[in-house]
């Protein structure tokens, strides 16, 4: 499976809200937590922007932008919990869309390198000709094929949510280029462990 190469475009927002002008400390920890994000020091990040959260779990800037350094810090899970969190306060910012859909896809992909790296696989490999469909798949448990299957569909969602709010954008094709990617290897594993409705997930 191909690794995404869309991830360049989340950025980091500066929080801009009236609210937190007013709350200083607010306004310090997210700047300093985006000067650790541009030395690539996403622990020290991800550690002002909770204290962030802490003082204020209202503030959008602060949840989203600590969506982007747990995606950063390869914390998928955890990007996904913030990142929905800033889209229940802001609905309507695609850029949370686009950055829910990398942590999707790139909890999906896990899957497959775990799989990868696990040295106690033993499962046997099946012996296919070269014409079978499922040939170039992983091997992997039913189990995680339907985790697979149902974060790849909820990547597809919130990448098309993103397009949906920001249809002019410039990576426009690319995005839909990701998105067939990902509904048709969502497919494949469907067929192969004969899972339904794998594009229902919202």
């Known amino acids: 499976m191909r690794k995404l190469t869309l991830f360049l475009a989340i ?7 009236s609210a937190c002008i007013n ?12 000067e650790f994000m541009q030395k690539g020091d996403f622990q020290s990040a991800i550690s002002r922007l909770e204290s ?6 209202t503030v959008f800037e602060t949840r989203y932008n600590l969506g982007v350094a747990y995606i950063s810090a390869q914390e998928f ?3 996904q919990e913030q990142l929905n969190e800033a889209i229940k306060i802001k609905p309507d910012f695609a850029d949370s869309y686009y950055s829910l859909a990398v942590a999707q896809e790139s909890d999906a992909l896990k899957i497959l390198e775990d799989d990868e790296d696990d040295e106690t696989n033993v499962e046997v490999e099946v012996v296919s000709d ?20 149902d974060m790849l569909s909820k990547a597809v969602n919130s990448y098309k949510k993103y397009l949906e709010l920001k249809p002019d954008t410039n990576d426009k094709s690319d995005v839909e280029a990701q998105i067939s990617y990902l509904e ?4 494949k594993y469907a067929q192969k462990y004969q899972i339904g409705d794998f594009g229902a997930a919202e």
């Open 11 to 17: 950025l980091f927002v500066s929080v801009l809200c």
């Open 23 to 34: 709350n200083i400390a607010i306004q310090e920890l997210n700047n300093k937590a985006q």
């Open 52 to 57: 962030s959260v802490d003082l204020d779990g």
């Open 77 to 79: 899970k955890k990007a």
């Open 130 to 149: 070269d014409n079978d469909e499922f040939s170039n798949l992983k091997n992997i448990s039913e189990e995680e094929a339907k985790q697979l299957v």
């Open 184 to 187: 048709e290897t969502a497919a």
